[in-house]
């Protein structure tokens, strides 16, 4: 009996813990129309210095770059497509 609680216990403790779930990180809600151009994006980014190693448009409607700074430091970051602002940033 124990071993049946144990694993009917199990599953819920990792759905609550959040194990294994990932949150998408979303830029926003505003129709592709209204974002900015792709390469005009990207070359305004080189303009300030980043070097773009991959460039994606992501499922939570971003525009993601794994690359590196000015510094040449690696970066992940998330741009509004729409704005450009950094929503999400990873360094290292």
Do not use: H
């Not at 980043?50 to 590196?68: A, H, L």
């Not at 509004?80 to 990873?90: G, H, L, Q, S, T």
């Amino acid at each position: 009996m124990k071993k049946i609680i144990t694993l009917a216990i199990a599953p819920a403790a990792l759905l609550l813990s959040g194990c294994g779930v990932q949150s998408e990180t979303v830029c926003t809600s505003a129709p592709n129309s209204e974002w900015m151009d792709q390469d005009v994006f990207q070359s305004q980014l080189v303009a300030l210095g980043y070097e773009i190693k991959e460039f994606k448009v992501t499922e939570g409607q971003c525009y993601e770059i794994y690359g590196y700074d000015k510094e040449g430091e690696k970066v992940e970051i998330y741009f509004n497509p729409v704005n450009a602002e950094i929503v999400k940033e990873e360094r290292g």
